[in-house]
């Protein structure tokens, strides 16, 4: 899929576009409104020269998609842009809290600098969980997120029950919304603080990496099986949102999967056992590089090829289930043909442009030092301080948002400016990341071709168009479906 030589534009009617050859010779051509169209060679070059006959069907529909700007294609176009963007305007909306970096596993995969159980040194106080509150409701955002992490964020407690309480009573008393999400192997859980975490609202995240044997050498916990535990407090869980009378089409335990090497010959059976414990939608995520040394990235690590290999064959298999009417969908399919297929802003800090580092997420360590992203503190732990924006115990939110860093990073991420990004026909639909591109090249700013994740994202991106392209109007309807997201936030509240 190289980019061939096009026409010259003699066109004076022809919108800003960009083009991708794909293996049909047909061309798939987008615009900056997420818009797109295939052409083929020749309908092309009719339309860079403006040669094509204004009354055919193709003409309207390049009309009406603001490749052919008239002065009503125009305003679509600015309208749209805008709504696509809207995320730009609203100041850090997830807060990442690392409550602890202790944690009651030993995942071989592990990137988040763990800490052995007894070492209580590496927890948040209640003081710096209190500064870090404060500096959280300074952030413009009419609506925060605060989000526990870890090490295992139940490991410390006190800190997250006291954040949820302090959190509420500054929201009660501004006036703003605020939501939170626990991220937890779930090990540690009780009665009590199961209680707490559903009175109060809280989102429960956790790991499920596919069936016992696979999600246990993943996830080793001494003297039990993780999987075990893990499927025990799920159920658990899901059945006191039912039994308090919850919708539970929304109210459930969220799992990711974490992709390893031993994983990429099991997708499928990854995928019967997200169906097999009721999910409705399966996160293959790439395994993170961040904290690796070089002898664990061999046992543990893959090529970009071998990842979308893995993929594709998930996702056609989870396609083929849905063609036999089981429910289930791939969440990064679904973020991206989100932007492909409508105007809705799913606001995944991956996938914006710029990046969501510092402008759309901020991240808390335990000893109150600030972070652009999570993946800024992995670095961090790495030993090298880059991405710390500030110190809660210092500074001001006003402080943090105007550090060099984070003008950096977005200047770092607007792919407008970036090489092989400006030019790409998947501009409309991206997102780079600064951070892996320093942790991986040496430099904030992404280096075609040779960089992993762009690999990644185009080739599954080159895999939905065609699917798109080849499936007709029974696939566009399948995958539409993928594109349908309810909000959940509201199902999550505390009981007054």
Not at 199 to 205: A, F, L, S, T
Not at 320 to 331: A, D, H, S, T, V
Not at 361 to 366: D, F, L, T, V
Request: net charge negative.
């Amino acid at each position: 899929m190289s980019k061939p030589t096009i026409p010259q534009l003699k066109n004076p009617d022809v919108g800003h576009f960009r083009f991708r050859q794909f293996d049909d010779g047909r061309f798939l051509i987008t615009n900056d409104m997420g818009a797109f169209v295939w052409l083929s060679p020749e309908d092309l070059d009719a339309f860079c020269r403006g040669n094509l006959d204004h009354d055919a069907p193709l003409y309207r529909e390049l009309t009406d998609k603001g490749f052919i700007l008239t002065p009503e294609s125009e305003a679509q176009l600015i309208e749209r842009i805008r709504r696509r963007s809207d995320h730009l305007f609203l100041g850090p909306i997830l807060h990442i809290l690392i409550t602890t970096l202790r944690c009651n596993q030993k995942c071989r995969y592990c990137h988040a600098s763990r800490k052995a159980m007894n070492r209580k040194a590496f927890d948040m106080s209640l003081e710096t969980a209190r500064q870090s509150v404060d500096v959280i409701f300074e952030s413009p955002s009419p609506h925060l997120t605060i989000e526990f992490q870890g090490g295992e964020p139940l490991v410390n407690w006190e800190v997250v029950r006291f954040v949820v309480e302090y959190a509420y009573k500054l929201a009660d008393e501004q006036g703003r919304g605020v939501d939170f999400t626990l991220v937890s192997n779930l090990s540690l859980l009780d009665d009590e603080k199961l209680d707490f975490l559903i009175d109060n609202g809280v989102m429960i995240c956790t790991s499920l990496d596919g069936p016992a044997d696979l999600h246990d050498r993943n996830r080793p916990m001494p003297g039990a099986s993780s999987h075990s535990q893990t499927i025990t407090w799920m159920e658990k869980i899901n059945a006191a949102y039912e039994s308090r009378g919850l919708d539970t089409s929304l109210a459930y335990v969220n799992a990711l999967a974490t992709i390893s090497k031993s994983t990429l010959s099991g997708g499928r059976d990854l995928v019967d056992e997200y169906i097999k414990r009721g999910f409705k939608v399966v996160h293959l995520r790439p395994l993170n590089p961040f904290g690796f040394g070089e002898k664990m990235w061999q046992r543990e690590g893959y090529t970009a090829e071998e990842f979308l290999r893995f993929y594709r064959d998930a996702v056609d298999y989870i396609i083929e289930l849905n063609r036999q009417g089981i429910e289930i969908q791939e969440k990064t399919a679904s973020l991206f043909l989100t932007r492909i297929l409508t105007d809705d802003n799913p606001n995944f800090m991956d996938l914006r442009n710029p990046c969501g580092a510092a402008i759309g997420q901020i991240a808390y360590n335990y000893d109150g030092r600030v972070y652009t992203c999570d993946e800024g503190r992995m670095v961090s732990e790495m030993g090298d301080d880059l991405f710390c924006i500030g110190n809660v115990a210092e500074n001001t939110y006003d402080d943090i948002i105007h550090h060099d860093s984070v003008g950096s990073l977005c200047l770092a991420s607007c792919l407008e400016s970036l090489p092989g990004c400006a030019d790409c026909a998947y501009n409309p639909y991206c997102g780079v990341c600064p951070v892996y591109n320093f942790q991986m090249q040496g430099d904030l700013f992404a280096l075609q071709p040779a960089n992993d994740r762009c690999k990644v994202q185009m080739g599954i991106q080159d895999y939905l168009f065609t699917l798109l392209r080849d499936g007709g109007d029974e696939m566009r309807h399948l995958l539409d479906r993928w594109t349908i997201e309810r909000d959940r936030s509201g199902v999550y509240r505390r009981n007054d």
